[in-house]
């Protein structure tokens, strides 16, 4: 959403709050679907001789899935964000964004605020029993019969597990 920055620019060196929403496209973050709603972001502006200084609060609901047992997930998340919106931002400096005439778009604010609040990963709950190795069943849902001690169990293959997360980071 593009936010009124007028009066800021207008009298540098005055505090101004705002209050906005934001839409942020869905995205893929480290291989899971993350997609956001319910954004608001409030703040404050300062205007100064290059644009307006931004500091603001953003929250709403993030949804993805468990890294466990892959159910979808939905969660509050918040951030505060620092940005500077200039006439001519710095592009070698992520926290400047560009102002567009009299107006900043709350966007890619809030998109940068809550990406750098995502989690590693999503679980649906902190003692999320996962999937079954060897049938694939939810555990949470339905406890399968399988035994434990399978080959995934085995020290190589939980090493050869570690070392596949590491490249994915
Ligand atoms: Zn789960
Ligand atoms: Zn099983």
Known sequence: MQVDVSRALKDPGQTYSFEATARIEDME????????SDIRVSGDMIGTTVGVRVNAHVSGEVSSRCALCLSPVRQPIEADIEALFSREPDPEDPDQLPLEGYRMETDELAREA?????????????????????????????????????????????????????EEV
């Open 114 to 166: 809550l990406v750098s609040a995502l989690p590693m990963r999503f679980l649906c709950s902190p003692d999320c029993k996962g999937l079954c190795p060897v049938c694939g069943a939810n555990r949470n849902i339905s406890p399968c019969t399988c035994q434990e001690g399978g080959p995934r169990q085995s020290p190589f293959s939980a090493l050869s597990h570690l070392l596949t997360e590491d």
């Open 29 to 36: 973050f480290l291989d899971d679907p993350v997609s956001f």
